[in-house]
């Protein structure tokens, strides 16, 4: 089978962990880069050792390169344009996360690989970890009882520079939809409803609302409670957050670390009941981040089914997140999610 054929699209820095993991495979190849900057297409042809055109204008691409796959690893403003002509051709898309820089767009470009019949999925490395994937087990196998409360603090001191400092939303926007989705992915459930406030704390290098408070209703009736900052020095949690499960018959906690446990009620007896540590099972052979998503985006296209980062499913963490930023718009009412 002749190895698929990828046009890359946005040539930035994310590019290369995307053109490093086609490198690593011989079911794929890099056949073109784009960039509406062509110094960047020629820069990132240069470091990555590519011998293969490089364009600036995308349908020219499109049609020069015929790709099997599109990569759309542009600004989230961009990813609309890029998806729904990719769609147009018949190409299916992986793509960067968020979906899109608002939930119309979003919604569009589910339309669009509707239309298509083709599939448009995204990149949500955080799903794809050996914690998380330990986590989810234990809540799904039933050892805290029902989960009905959930919190997820975020604390991260991150000094980007460049698009994210000018953002009117960043955290959000640009990273609150990782946590977002993996409290839809470890419970199972839906967010229906948001009150949030964001804010931007003293001494923040960000130009918007680099700090957050979200709490989210969900369809099975657990609460999902979110604290967030891209501006946090010093006592930094995770990038995968720090999570607490409390569930009917126990705790379950997650540090983003690789072992997550449980402390579940024992007996009932004692005016607080004694209870007994229970370790998740590690049984998730997958490798992590961004190299299993995108294993597992490859294996979908072979296997003729949608994969677990759809955009059809996607669109609803997608929805979370600019509900949180009309709730804030609106100094913390209660909106409805999508």
């Not at 499913?313 to 804030?328: C, G, I, Q, T």
Request: aromatic share 8%.
């Amino acid at each position: 089978m002749e190895p698929k054929r990828i046009l890359v699209v946005g040539c930035g820095a994310m590019s290369r962990a995307w053109i490093k993991h086609v490198q690593g495979r011989s079911d794929a190849v890099i056949a073109g880069l784009c960039d509406l900057s062509l110094a960047a297409a020629q820069k990132r042809a240069k470091d990555e050792g590519l011998d293969c055109p490089v364009f600036d204008d995308l349908a020219r691409a499109l049609d020069r390169v015929a790709p099997d796959v599109v990569f759309d690893i542009t600004i989230p403003q961009a990813h609309r344009q890029v998806v729904t002509a990719a769609l147009a051709k018949g190409c299916p898309v992986f793509g960067e996360k968020p979906m899109a820089g608002n939930l119309a767009d979003a919604k569009a470009m589910v339309a669009a690989a509707e239309a298509a019949g083709k599939p448009y999925a995204v990149m949500q490395n955080r799903r794809y970890l050996k914690g998380i994937r330990a986590l989810r087990g234990l809540i799904a196998a039933g050892a805290i009882g029902e989960p009905s409360f959930i919190t997820a603090d975020f604390f991260i001191g991150a000094h980007f520079g460049g698009f994210r400092d000018e953002m009117e939303n960043p955290l959000l926007v640009d990273m609150a939809i990782h946590t977002f989705d993996q409290a839809r992915f470890i419970t199972g459930a839906d967010a229906v409803e948001v009150s949030a406030l964001a804010f931007n704390p003293k001494g923040s290098w960000y130009r918007g609302d680099a700090a957050a408070l979200c709490q989210f209703r969900f369809a099975n009736g657990a609460l999902f409670s979110y604290r967030g900052s891209w501006c946090a020095e010093g006592a930094n949690t995770s990038w995968e957050a720090a999570w607490r499960v409390c569930g009917t018959r126990g705790t379950a906690i997650w540090d983003g670390g690789p072992s997550p446990w449980a402390d579940v009620v024992a007996k009932e007896e004692g005016f607080t009941r004694p209870t007994s540590r229970v370790e998740a099972p590690k049984d998730w052979a997958g490798r992590e981040g961004h190299e299993g998503c995108l294993d597992a985006l490859f294996q979908s296209l072979s296997d003729g089914k949608p994969p677990e980062t759809d955009c059809r499913d996607n669109v609803k963490s997608v929805a979370m997140v600019f509900a949180a930023v009309e709730s804030a718009r609106q100094g913390g009412a209660w909106v409805k999610v999508g």
